[in-house]
């Protein structure tokens, strides 16, 4: 069983940084991609980042050039930094994973992001 375990949220204010973590219980060296989703309260659970095995990223168009994914492969860890953070970033941030040769993908359990005006 592989186990997504995130980290890093919390309350910040409008314009500041936090940085998300989340741990692999798995290698990531064999990732098809892994990234972050996030979803608020009546609201779908929508792409924010991701990254391939190749390291090629994928941002929703409301976070370029705020956030930025990266992956230390030596830790099984996926980063989220967040930078100049906007109250309409609060909500639960998913991270997820995918790997070669499994045909299903992988959720944390979500943690918290809160942005104050």
């Known amino acids: 069983q592989v186990q997504l375990v995130e980290s890093g949220g919390g309350l910040v204010q409008a314009g500041g940084s936090l940085r998300l973590s989340c741990a692999a219980s798995?290698?990531?060296?064999?990732?098809?991609?892994m990234g972050w989703y996030r979803q608020a309260p009546g609201k779908q659970r929508d792409l924010v980042a991701a990254i391939t095995n190749a390291g090629v990223t994928n941002y929703a168009d409301s976070v370029k050039g705020r956030f930025t994914i990266s992956r230390d492969n030596a830790k099984n860890t996926v980063y989220l930094q967040m930078n100049n953070l906007k109250p309409e970033d609060t909500a639960v941030y998913y991270c997820?994973?995918?790997?070669?040769?499994?045909?299903?993908?992988?959720w944390g359990q979500g943690t918290q992001v809160t942005v104050s005006a």
């Open positions: 798995r290698n990531i060296f064999s990732i098809k991609a």
């Open positions: 997820n994973a995918r790997w070669y040769g499994i045909d299903v993908d992988y």
